[in-house]
């Protein structure tokens, strides 16, 4: 087999090209808010290092995300295979080995949360406008970069609790399960009443900001987990390669890392997942 697969996200392209012959090549590219038929062509000549007249030999082409649903039934002679976002999501889940159900978050520029339970369909829960994209954004704002790696790099060196309020600064302590150093309010400590904060350095900016995304997303995937009673939650997305990340949800109180698990090369994993239902679709359809 040879076939590729493109994830149409809002901040990023994620290409993943199979062979069995080889690895996969995996390339992340900018987003393409309307992808055309020419625009996939040039996505596999660059994935293929190969001339762009050259790019359909493949056995098919698995597209998801974004406008793909707009595209036509071929590329040339390549079958275009059209892949529901929220199909790939909960495929990419399951196969990372979590027990089902399961709530798969896929962390873009915004947040899916899809429960995983074979053979049941996929179920689109709930979506956040907070992820990837809110990251960049506020870094740009606040920190003048909208690049997440030097934000995640800078976060590490930071004291977020220069910038959010804890519950032990509100009570004196923790209440019931939840410990002192929980989060109580993102950012809450620069506007307080009556107290004269010192200016966070960069990076306690950084580190709040990266808090602040991560610990929102999961506590979201929490809720939906009890309310569907999943076994585990499991993460995709590129903002877990942002370093410092996945330090922040572990700092989430009582969480237990046995439920919580990551997708390997997480930025990839919806693609792949869009792969093997398109050949899974073919191959039933012969």
Same mark, same amino acid.
């Given at each position: 087999?040879?076939?590729?697969?493109?994830?149409?996200?809002?901040?990023?392209?994620?290409?993943?090209?199979?062979?069995?012959?080889?690895?996969?090549?995996?390339?992340?590219?900018?987003?393409?808010?309307?992808?055309?038929?020419?625009?996939?062509?040039?996505?596999?000549?660059?994935?293929?290092?190969?001339?762009?007249?050259?790019?359909?030999?493949?056995?098919?082409?698995?597209?998801?995300?974004?406008?793909?649903?707009?595209?036509?039934?071929?590329?040339?002679?390549?079958?275009?295979?059209?892949?529901?976002?929220?199909?790939?999501?909960?495929?990419? &889940?399951?196969?990372? #080995?979590?027990? %089902?159900? !399961?709530?798969?978050?896929? =962390?873009?520029? /915004? $947040? *899916?949360? +899809?429960?995983?339970?074979?053979?049941?369909?996929?179920?689109?829960?709930? &979506?956040?406008?907070? #992820?990837?994209? %809110?990251? !960049?954004?506020?870094?740009? =704002?606040?920190? /003048? $970069? *909208?690049? +997440?790696?030097?934000?995640?790099?800078?976060?590490?060196?930071?004291?977020? &609790?220069?910038?959010?309020?804890?519950?032990?600064?509100?009570?004196?302590?923790?209440?019931?399960?939840?410990? *002192?150093?929980?989060?109580?309010?993102?950012?809450?400590?620069?506007?307080?009443?009556?107290?004269?904060?010192?200016?966070?350095?960069?990076?306690?900016?950084?580190?709040?900001?990266?808090?602040?995304?991560?610990?929102?997303?999961?506590?979201?995937?929490?809720?939906?987990?009890?309310?569907?009673?999943?076994?585990?939650?499991?993460?995709?997305?590129?903002?877990?390669?942002?370093?410092?990340?996945?330090?922040?949800?572990?700092?989430?109180?009582?969480?237990?890392?046995?439920?919580?698990?990551?997708?390997?090369?997480?930025?990839?994993?919806?693609?792949?997942?869009?792969?093997?239902?398109?050949?899974?679709?073919?191959?039933?359809?012969?």
């Amino acid at each position: 087999m040879r076939a590729a697969a493109i994830d149409f996200g809002g901040t990023i392209t994620d290409v993943v090209v199979r062979s069995d012959a080889r690895p996969d090549r995996l390339l992340a590219l900018p987003s393409l808010p309307r992808p055309s038929l020419d625009d996939v062509g040039a996505i596999l000549a660059r994935a293929n290092d190969i001339d762009p007249e050259a790019a359909p030999s493949l056995d098919f082409v698995a597209v998801t995300g974004g406008r793909s649903r707009e595209l036509p039934d071929l590329l040339g002679a390549t079958p275009l295979v059209r892949i529901e976002e929220s199909s790939a999501i909960a495929f990419a &889940g399951v196969e990372s #080995g979590a027990p %089902t159900p !399961a709530v798969v978050v896929s =962390l873009g520029t /915004g $947040t *899916a949360l +899809v429960l995983a339970n074979p053979p049941a369909p996929p179920r689109h829960l709930v &979506g956040s406008g907070i #992820g990837g994209g %809110t990251l !960049a954004g506020l870094g740009r =704002l606040l920190l /003048g $970069t *909208a690049n +997440v790696g030097e934000i995640g790099t800078l976060a590490r060196s930071g004291d977020a &609790g220069r910038c959010d309020l804890r519950v032990g600064d509100i009570l004196g302590g923790g209440i019931g399960i939840v410990p *002192a150093e929980a989060t109580a309010a993102h950012f809450a400590r620069l506007a307080r009443p009556g107290e004269t904060p010192t200016r966070p350095e960069p990076a306690d900016v950084a580190a709040a900001l990266v808090n602040l995304v991560g610990q929102a997303v999961l506590r979201l995937a929490f809720e939906a987990a009890l309310g569907h009673h999943a076994r585990a939650i499991v993460l995709l997305g590129h903002v877990l390669d942002v370093p410092g990340f996945r330090e922040s949800v572990a700092r989430i109180p009582l969480l237990d890392p046995s439920f919580v698990r990551f997708a390997d090369e997480p930025g990839f994993a919806v693609a792949r997942g869009a792969l093997a239902l398109a050949r899974a679709e073919l191959e039933h359809g012969a």
